[in-house]
């Protein structure tokens, strides 16, 4: 009787918690638009209950039963609301916010406490307004995504110009780059010096460069989430711009008012249409034409519906491609050369609620890249025709599917869990050459590798103590090749213990493995760096990250200081061997190209400190970035086996960013970057090898001579021994906003390397003549090469 008492007791102590407590929850959106906002801090006034809403809006409280309380719902750029209300049954409440306007933003006194750095468990994390990124000084006035992040801490930029980034230590392809869960492979226009993300697309931008959460995987370095905008189910609205490089176009709004909206945003350069004058004016009278082209083009979309008050349905997609071709023809040959990538992604979301706790997501996507270069030659001889062609394409296709739960038993507890599969399909490289100039076709090729990526993971951010936060997760990943499962535990922690008010010490952990592999020569960014999977001879990359650190919240003015220190060690990262490249190939057979043969497998290490204070709102905002770090690899069939510093090992890095509201139509900004010089290697020594053969020539005298001298050969040292100068650049704009009664423009003037700092692009080893007395003898010298001087630039925005 006893044992039948004591579960039945159990169960009724339950029952009697569960009518002490009541569930309020719902949507908050935006007013005017009806967009839904992540990230929106809901709370209790005067209590220790608060939440926050997920990426698709939806929050929920669970709380004691009162006969009164106010709900407040606060977000960084809107007006505060606050609802009086009774909580002594379940309730449904639906928020709008609206946006505050500048005047209004100015006179704010004092920072609202539920916004604070310091009381959020999640570390390592950058959120970046999208108004504050469109007034930062800008390259050729093109508003990017990715250079903004370049001036955060422990992201190193890569080579000047370059969009590529570098999160403590890591290369470009352990980030995990998403777009409305798409994962985008290559995000690079221009041979990297723009990236494919149009700013006037985008709703939220939000990178994590250590203590990752259970929900994400797949990458070793960082996670960049980034969340289209849904377009606005109240009327119609547009913006856009003109500027040096491109012009842009986005258009928002109902398709059903109310019910449901379309976005559509396009960007086209137009280099090929603004050089082509010049180029046939520099070929008139030349008996050999040459026609390069070059340009780029994107195009996002999508579509929401609400299907009733507990589904909404979202579809989207975003399309780029580049484009470069030169033509040359002459009255005895042609040839015609291209190089074109492009990714293309599509995702279609159902949100349900199921209940007033639980949130459920499920998706749909599809990622593709591909690369290609072709080339075809053609020769006009006296008595008959030679030609010659080549092609080399490499494709990487994603399908997948996911499903994630947000389930909130309790104000103590925000509970996520959930699963995905992705069918991979790469293709690593195809090579066809064929023609009259050599004596056989040649197809050599990695047939199609098809795999399995899947995961499970849950995660819980409990609230322990009222001054301790803990995110605790578990994600269990694999990867199935042809012949072999690789299933890999990855276990995530992170804590926040607040020590004041505004202050709070905060710790994560946090296993990744990677599975996909990117091989690159040039560490540019470029197309041809190769996609590769796991194989069954390649295992997946793996990383273990140790992270600790201070956050600090003042009120007046409204500012965050974080510092944080951290120690990343990683394993199975790849590297070309000495020598190869993705076209190069080994062995004889005509149909085999493994570029297995032609990688390496190391470890590698980063530790370093990062500093930050930044100010996202006022009159006065931006901030100072600093970063103190190093960076180690070591391959056993590089650089002897001995340890060396990375291309991008960067020592210091040094970012200050100002935005200046001078008045309502004034805005003035201006930013600093400072970082030390890439690790190069360059030759120590050069000698002149002897030949081969040996073959004798006669001398106008009738002499004999045996010529021994061979080639010019270099001698390298150690790997990356040799540092590049420290780079530095400072940029300003100016931008002028007028406000009519249907629309509102901006025109922004920049100037890019404002004091014409020459920063090193590459260097080379250059001989020069001497002359020393009557003699005159050949010397090296190690020149630097820049690209970029004082470049000004300026563009006309609009938004009706």
């Known amino acids: 009787m006893r044992f039948l008492f004591t579960p039945l007791l159990f169960l009724v102590t339950i029952a009697a918690l569960a009518q002490d407590r009541i569930t309020i929850s719902g949507f908050v959106k935006e007013s005017g638009s009806q967009e839904q906002l992540p990230g929106v801090n809901v709370y209790i006034e005067n209590s220790p209950y608060g939440s926050v809403t997920n990426t698709y809006g939806f929050y929920s409280l669970t709380l004691p039963r009162t006969d009164?309380?106010?709900?407040?719902?606060?977000?960084?750029?809107?007006?505060?609301?606050?609802?009086?209300?009774?909580?002594?049954?379940?309730?449904?409440?639906?928020?709008?916010?609206?946006?505050?306007?500048?005047?209004?933003?100015?006179?704010?006194?004092?920072?609202?406490?539920?916004?604070?750095?310091?009381?959020?468990?999640?570390?390592?994390?950058?959120?970046?307004?999208?108004?504050?990124?469109?007034?930062?000084?800008?390259?050729?006035?093109?508003?990017?995504?990715?250079?903004?992040?370049?001036?955060?801490?422990?992201?190193?930029?890569?080579?000047?110009?370059?969009?590529?980034?570098?999160?403590?230590?890591?290369?470009?392809?352990?980030?995990?780059?998403i777009l409305d869960d798409a994962v985008v492979y290559n995000a690079n226009h221009l041979f990297g010096f723009f990236s494919i993300f149009n700013s006037d697309a985008l709703k939220s931008?939000?990178?994590?460069?250590?203590?990752?959460?259970?929900?994400?995987?797949?990458?070793?370095?960082?996670?960049?989430?980034?969340?289209?905008?849904?377009?606005?189910?109240?009327?119609?609205?547009?913006?856009?711009?003109?500027?040096?490089?491109?012009?842009?176009?986005?258009?928002?709004?109902?398709?059903?008012?109310?019910k449901s909206s379309f976005l559509i945003s396009g960007r086209r350069t137009y280099i090929d249409i603004l050089a082509a004058p010049f180029i046939a004016q520099s070929q008139q009278g030349s008996d050999s034409q040459v026609k390069p082209g070059y340009y780029f083009y994107d195009l996002n979309a999508k579509m929401n519906y609400d299907l009733g008050s507990k589904d909404k349905l979202y579809v989207s997609g975003y399309f780029g491609?580049?484009?470069?071709?030169?033509?040359?023809?002459?009255?005895?040959?042609?040839?015609?050369?291209?190089?074109?990538?492009?990714?293309?992604?599509?995702?279609?979301?159902?949100?349900?609620?199921?209940?007033?706790?639980?949130?459920?997501?499920?998706?749909?996507?599809?990622?593709?890249?591909?690369?290609?270069?072709?080339?075809?030659?053609?020769?006009?001889?006296?008595?008959?025709?030679?030609?010659?062609?080549?092609?080399?394409?490499?494709?990487?296709?994603?399908?997948?599917?996911?499903?994630?739960?947000?389930?909130?038993?309790?104000?103590?507890?925000?509970?996520?869990?959930?699963?995905l599969a992705t069918f991979h399909r790469f293709v690593p490289s195809a090579l066809a050459i064929e023609g009259s100039f050599i004596d056989n076709s040649i197809e050599r090729s990695v047939r199609p590798v098809n795999s399995l990526e899947a995961g499970l993971y849950i995660e819980d951010t409990w609230q322990a103590l009222e001054a301790f936060k803990i995110n605790a997760g578990f994600r269990l990943s694999s990867f199935q090749t042809e012949t072999k499962n690789y299933i890999r535990p990855e276990p995530r922690f992170s804590a926040a213990l607040r020590l004041a008010k505004d202050f709070s010490f905060k710790a994560s952990y946090a296993q990744m493995n990677q599975y996909v592999h990117l091989l690159s020569n040039t560490g540019l960014g470029l197309p041809t760096d190769l996609w590769v999977p796991t194989t069954d001879r390649i295992a997946p990359q793996q990383s273990r990250?140790?992270?600790?650190?201070?956050?600090?919240?003042?009120?007046?003015?409204?500012?965050?200081?974080?510092?944080?220190?951290?120690?990343?060690?990683?394993?199975?990262?790849?590297?070309?061997?000495?020598?190869?490249?993705?076209?190069?190939?080994?062995?004889?057979?005509?149909?085999?190209?493994?570029?297995?043969?032609?990688?390496?497998?190391?470890?590698?290490?980063?530790?370093?400190?990062?500093?930050?204070?930044?100010?996202?709102?006022?009159?006065?905002?931006?901030?100072?970035?600093?970063?103190?770090?190093?960076?180690?690899?070591?391959?056993?069939?590089?650089?002897f086996g001995r340890t060396f510093f990375p291309r991008y090992d960067r020592r210091h890095d040094l970012s200050v960013v100002g935005i200046y509201e001078l008045s309502?139509?004034?805005?003035?900004?201006?930013?600093?970057?400072?970082?030390?010089?890439?690790?190069?290697?360059?030759?120590?020594?050069?000698?002149?090898?002897?030949?081969?053969?040996?073959?004798?020539?006669?001398?106008?005298?009738?002499?004999?001579?045996?010529?021994?001298?061979?080639?010019?050969?270099?001698?390298?040292?150690?790997?990356?021994?040799?540092?590049?100068?420290?780079?530095?650049?400072?940029?300003?704009?100016?931008q002028f906003h007028k406000k009519k009664k249907r629309h509102e423009r901006t025109?922004?003037?920049?100037?890019?390397?404002?004091?014409?700092?020459?920063?090193?692009?590459?260097?080379?080893?250059?001989?020069?003549?001497?002359?020393?007395?009557?003699?005159?003898?050949?010397?090296?010298?190690?020149?630097?090469?820049?690209l970029f001087p004082i470049l000004p630039s300026f563009s006309y925005n609009f938004k009706f």
């Open 545 to 639: 990250q140790v992270a600790v650190g201070f956050a600090k919240d003042l009120e007046k003015p409204a500012i965050t200081l974080t510092l944080e220190g951290y120690y990343k060690a990683m394993d199975n990262i790849l590297n070309y061997k000495e020598g190869s490249s993705f076209l190069s190939f080994n062995g004889e057979n005509a149909n085999e190209l493994s570029w297995e043969e032609n990688v390496t497998a190391g470890k590698g290490w980063s530790y370093g400190a990062e500093f930050l204070i930044q100010k996202k709102t006022g009159r006065f905002s931006g901030w100072i970035g600093y970063t103190l770090s190093w960076t180690y690899w070591k391959f056993p069939e590089l650089n």
């Open 205 to 258: 931008v939000e990178l994590t460069k250590g203590g990752f959460p259970a929900r994400y995987g797949g990458r070793l370095s960082s996670v960049l989430e980034m969340n289209m905008k849904e377009g606005s189910k109240e009327k119609l609205h547009g913006e856009g711009g003109i500027g040096l490089i491109s012009s842009r176009l986005t258009l928002e709004g109902p398709i059903s008012k109310g």
């Open 664 to 734: 309502k139509r004034i805005t003035l900004s201006a930013t600093w970057v400072y970082g030390t010089g890439n690790a190069l290697t360059l030759p120590i020594s050069t000698y002149t090898g002897l030949r081969d053969n040996f073959v004798p020539r006669v001398t106008p005298e009738g002499q004999t001579v045996i010529d021994w001298g061979g080639r010019e050969v270099n001698e390298y040292g150690q790997k990356n021994s040799f540092r590049a100068e420290p780079f530095h650049r400072g940029d300003v704009a100016i």
């Open 68 to 177: 009164s309380a106010r709900i407040s719902f606060s977000f960084v750029g809107y007006e505060k609301v606050t609802r009086p209300m009774s909580l002594l049954r379940d309730a449904e409440l639906n928020i709008f916010l609206a946006t505050i306007t500048q005047l209004e933003e100015v006179v704010v006194s004092a920072r609202k406490q539920e916004d604070y750095v310091s009381r959020d468990v999640q570390m390592s994390k950058v959120e970046i307004p999208i108004q504050q990124l469109k007034k930062i000084p800008a390259f050729f006035g093109e508003k990017d995504v990715l250079r903004v992040l370049q001036l955060m801490p422990g992201v190193q930029k890569g080579t000047e110009g370059q969009t590529g980034l570098y999160v403590r230590g890591g290369g470009p392809d352990q980030n995990l780059i």
């Open 321 to 419: 491609r580049d484009k470069f071709h030169a033509n040359e023809k002459s009255s005895d040959s042609e040839t015609r050369a291209g190089l074109a990538w492009g990714n293309a992604t599509a995702t279609m979301r159902w949100n349900h609620v199921l209940n007033q706790k639980l949130f459920v997501n499920t998706s749909l996507i599809y990622s593709n890249f591909d690369f290609g270069v072709s080339s075809y030659t053609k020769e006009i001889n006296a008595n008959d025709t030679d030609e010659f062609s080549l092609d080399y394409n490499s494709k990487i296709r994603d399908f997948g599917g996911k499903i994630d739960f947000d389930f909130y038993p309790s104000t103590k507890h925000a509970v996520k869990f959930g699963g």
């Open 747 to 786: 025109w922004e003037f920049g100037i890019y390397n404002v004091y014409n700092r020459r920063n090193p692009f590459f260097y080379n080893i250059d001989s020069e003549n001497v002359t020393e007395g009557s003699s005159v003898r050949s010397r090296k010298t190690l020149k630097r090469y820049s």
